[in-house]
């Protein structure tokens, strides 16, 4: 009441006093609430990392974790991180599942534009992160290990491999043996089929110094003929194929479709396939020559049943019904229901990651089956009475079923069953008889599938027909462990290419330990319906998988980049601690170099503090760099019921870690610490959704906390 009457008071004199047209200040008398006074105490505090004295603590990283393209914006997120931190670091679009793209190309335009920005900004950035089971193009990963599949021609095979198939040889010539030409049961694509054996000698430096000759086989002058070629070498291996016949006998050509032509083809572990075309005919018959002697001591494996030369413009000997099965060109594929949306993929998206297919969204399950729908219009109906064989490749965003069938214009029609779909490439082979003159149409349905199915390499014939026939050729376990390996190669390689410049640090493999088993590593064996972006590389590059990992980066960064191991529930679960120290320990046994052990620090403000210092302990007794590296703290509740008291316990816990860190990580060990979420989280976050985790509230607005990190790096970083 006293304020008021102030108030009304000093109102009446101003009032008064201007009339005399002199000025006399107003006396308001209101005290501010304590929020405000609390808040401008806050916002008084100077950037967080004028906080550190950089003459006692020259190499002391205070860094911050966000968006790539928020930082590329240059907006709000730009100027806070550039204020307040030394480092960056890029929560996922530096990640592996961020840039391989279908095809394994690596998408590194923005990378290379975040890189450019921070420099010029005078922003370090911290790599995050290498290697990892998560955030993968695991669908990229997992189609380079699916089986090979191999259609032979829908035409004669115009090459005479009977010689080959009763390992007589009879017309062909083996003009220089090397070590050793043979045909090995069992040894070929698939199950059962034979293999041409061929070894070059140890002394073999030469094309012809391991030769094989074909039979002649007649040509039409007039018309194109493809060549087909299956081939793996125990070790690598340089060939060519000449000729007898043609204009020009050693030809330079794309043997495996990289888009260059060369003299000769490389083999490895793996099968390839050498396809080409010729039509530079010299004469009426032609003859191959295989030629792999360049190296010495390789043997070379050449699929017999699938060693193929035919007139592309013959007669086929089986038509499949389904023109363009592989989608490589086009679709005559309609459809309709619910919603869903149809068409035909980027190129990579297609069987084995090459290549295009079909595929069918369809947002829900629907009451029917059949409310969902492809459909392929044939050229001409199917035969009344005859069998058809059905084949394709198919594989789904989520396990499901499809169903496919032979339908009328009545919609009677033949169908072919359920058909699973799972999360990997499933090869199909099915078939159903046709019972009316009218089967005008392939249908197939998928209102029991909810989620995208992609279909590639449809075969529909007759079963009467011969030729086109499937060979599924699995990769062995060695044969995996070497294409992981080079896909590994090659995004460090591609990352580091063109990050090391201004990249001095980097998380180089992330969370391995297992955390229910914290001395062992985690794995997917076993593991059913892993999500989409997880792929294990320990599962195929076994233990040494970080030993590989820290040597290519090494090998492809800057010799004295800092290279971190970063996991999680360090100071959770001690003993997951000490796995990951003997990890480290085993990593450098095998001649690879760890040089600190990042802990991310996802904690509570009930978190044990003994074991946090514990965790320090442990990490300070290994010798190497210690980064907290993606600390936040929640506070048990959302953002909506969060209280005075939840802040000032957070700010508690913040202050605690960081005091804790300078006070047991000696100083020659402290990398730095980097805060993982500045702001809140908001509710439709994928990370701590709706918990008031930062420094900061969504609105930029500083919190507690903000003070208490500066309090405790103006006592430590001094």
């Known amino acids: 009441m006293n304020t008021l009457y102030k108030i009304a008071v000093s109102l009446t004199t101003l009032v008064v006093v201007a009339s005399c047209n002199k000025y006399k200040a107003a006396e308001f008398n209101v005290d501010k609430p304590e929020s405000v006074t609390l808040q401008e105490d806050i916002d008084s505090y100077p950037a ?19 968006n790539l393209s928020e930082y590329l914006n240059k907006g709000v997120m730009y100027r806070l991180a550039n204020k307040n931190f030394d480092e960056f670091a890029v929560g996922y679009e530096m990640k592996h599942g961020a840039v391989v793209m279908a095809d394994g190309s690596l998408a590194l335009d923005k990378v290379t534009d975040f890189l450019q ?7 370090s950035v911290y790599g995050h992160t290498l290697v990892w089971h998560a955030n993968q193009n695991a669908s990229y990963l997992k189609g380079l290990l699916a089986p090979m599949t191999v259609t032979s021609p829908a035409y004669a095979n115009d090459l005479n491999v009977a010689g080959l198939q009763d390992k007589t040889f009879n017309g062909w010539n083996r003009a220089n043996i090397g070590a050793g030409i043979s045909i090995a049961d069992g040894e070929g694509m698939g199950t059962g089929n034979k293999a041409l054996k061929l070894v070059s000698a140890a002394g073999s430096s030469s094309a012809t110094a391991l030769q094989l000759i074909s039979p002649a ?3 039409n002058r007039t018309h194109r003929y493809e060549v087909i070629v299956y081939i793996k070498s125990d070790v690598p291996g340089e060939g060519r194929i000449t000729f007898e016949g043609l204009n020009n006998n050693t030809p330079q050509i794309d043997w495996m479709k990289t888009g260059t032509p060369s003299a000769t083809f490389t083999t490895g ?4 396939e050498i396809r080409f075309q010729i039509n530079d005919f010299a004469a009426d018959n032609i003859k191959l020559h295989f030629d792999l002697g360049y190296k010495p001591n390789v043997t070379y494996s050449i699929d017999v049943n699938n060693l193929y030369v035919y007139d592309t413009q013959g007669n086929p000997i089986v038509t499949n019904l389904v023109a363009n099965g592989n989608f490589e060109s086009g679709s005559a594929w309609g459809g309709w229901g619910n919603n869903s949306t149809r068409g035909i993929t980027a190129n990579g998206l297609g069987l084995n990651n090459t290549g295009k297919a079909l595929f069918v969204t369809n947002p829900s399950k629907t009451t029917n089956y059949w409310d969902v729908q492809t459909t392929y219009p044939f050229a001409a109906a199917l035969t009344n009475g ?7 490749w198919v594989k789904g965003t989520a396990a499901g079923v499809i169903r496919p069938e032979l339908q009328s214009p009545n919609y009677s029609s033949n169908g072919f069953g359920q058909v699973p779909v799972t999360t990997q490439w499933t090869q199909v082979n099915i078939a159903t008889t046709v019972t009316a003159a009218d089967r005008t149409r392939l249908i197939i349905s998928y209102g029991e599938f909810a989620g995208t199915v992609y279909i590639d ?10 030729g086109g026939n499937v060979t599924v050729v699995n990769k062995t376990d060695v044969e995996k462990t070497v294409i992981i390996t080079d896909a590994m190669d090659k995004f460090i390689s591609g990352m580091l290419g063109v990050s090391k410049s201004h990249v001095k640090a980097w998380d180089v493999v992330n969370e391995p330990m297992d955390d229910g088993k914290p001395y062992e590593l985690k794995t997917g064996i076993g593991q059913s319906n892993l999500p989409a972006d997880v792929f294990h590389w320990q599962d195929y590059m076994s233990k040494d998988y970080a030993v590989t990992a820290f040597k290519m980066a090494r090998k492809y960064g800057n010799a004295s980049d800092i290279h971190f191991i970063n996991d999680y529930n360090l100071e959770y679960n001690l003993d997951k601690c ?38 320090f302990k442990l990490l300070a007794a290994t010798g ?15 953002t909506t019921a969060a209280t005075a008291e939840h802040y000032k316990a957070q700010a508690d816990m913040y202050k605690f870690v960081i005091d804790k860190y300078f006070e047991l990580i000696p100083a020659r060990q402290r990398y730095g610490i980097t805060i993982w979420s500045p702001l809140d989280s908001p509710v439709n976050s994928y990370w701590r959704a709706g918990e008031p985790i930062g420094l900061w509230t969504e609105a930029f607005v500083r919190k507690l906390a903000y003070s208490y990190v500066a309090k405790a790096l103006e006592e430590n970083a001094k």
């Open 578 to 615: 000490r796995g990951l120290i003997a990890y480290v320990n085993y990593i450098e046994s095998k001649g690879a170099k760890v040089d600190g052990i990042g802990t991310q620090m996802h904690i509570s403000t009930t978190t044990n503090k003994q074991k946090i210092v514990d965790m």
């Open 48 to 66: 967080l990392k004028t906080y550190i004295n950089r003459t006692a603590h020259p190499d002391f990283k205070f860094g911050v974790a966000g």
């Open 457 to 466: 390499d449809v075969v529909l014939k007759s079963s009467k027909a011969t």
């Open 217 to 219: 086989i007649p040509v």
């Open 117 to 123: 920005t921070t420099r010029q900004a005078g922003m």
């Open 386 to 392: 005859e069998t058809y064989n059905l084949s394709f």
């Open 624 to 638: 190497k760099m210690v980064k907290i590296s993606e600390l936040d703290i929640g506070v048990g509740v959302q």
């Open 269 to 272: 572990i793996s099968w390839k």
